[in-house]
């Protein structure tokens, strides 16, 4: 859904499909990130399973932070293909991830699963990657080692143990 979005993006040739196309963009998105962890917790034991949660956290979020930061890169490196190559470059890296995708992880599922996750865990893990987000997206003005960053990136760190 994220890439088939991305390229409606990339393609619209009017502002409302552009809009739709970008809440279809981030529904996309929405989708990624829990099945993300699923599909990597299904890759650890149980006993590295803290560490990868950790990995995948930092990972996560530092890859929403940086998306507005490399879009932006890549429309100052490739100005003469205009705004469109900011939304199309998703479509060969996400195609790549699904094939590679296919091939090297497992489904992830567990017959025994009963209710929902617990809701603290849900508040505190969506929590904790907001921050890092948030820290690294006002890196310009609070800097990447400045006190509102440290801050953010030690709650996160907390939140995320929670």
């Known amino acids: 859904m994220f890439v088939f979005a991305s390229a409606?993006?990339?393609?619209?040739?009017?502002?409302?499909?552009?809009?739709?196309?970008?809440?279809l963009q981030a529904v996309g998105a929405a989708f990624?990130?829990?099945?993300?962890l699923a599909l990597a917790l299904a890759e650890f034991p149980m006993e590295r399973r803290s560490t990868a949660l950790a990995v995948w956290?930092?990972?996560?979020?530092?890859?929403?932070?940086?998306?507005?930061?490399?879009?932006?890169?890549?429309?100052?490196?490739?100005?003469?293909?205009?705004w469109r190559i900011a939304f199309m470059v998703n479509v060969p890296i996400g195609l790549t991830?699904?094939?590679?995708?296919?091939?090297?992880l497992k489904e992830s599922s567990d017959p025994n699963a009963t209710g929902i996750p617990d809701p603290a865990s849900i508040v505190s893990g969506v929590l904790s990657v907001g921050l890092i987000a948030l820290a690294f997206t006002e890196s310009n003005d609070w800097g990447f080692?400045?006190?509102?960053?440290?801050?953010?990136?030690?709650?996160?760190?907390?939140?995320?143990?929670?």
């Open 57 to 82: 956290g930092i990972v996560g979020a530092s890859a929403a932070a940086a998306g507005p930061t490399l879009g932006s890169l890549i429309l100052q490196i490739s100005s003469h293909w205009g």
């Open 97 to 104: 991830g699904y094939v590679f995708g296919r091939r090297l």
């Open 32 to 36: 990624i990130f829990p099945a993300s």
């Open 8 to 23: 409606l993006c990339g393609l619209a040739p009017v502002l409302w499909l552009l809009i739709a196309a970008r809440a």
């Open 145 to 162: 080692v400045g006190p509102k960053a440290l801050t953010a990136y030690a709650i996160s760190a907390v939140l995320l143990v929670v």
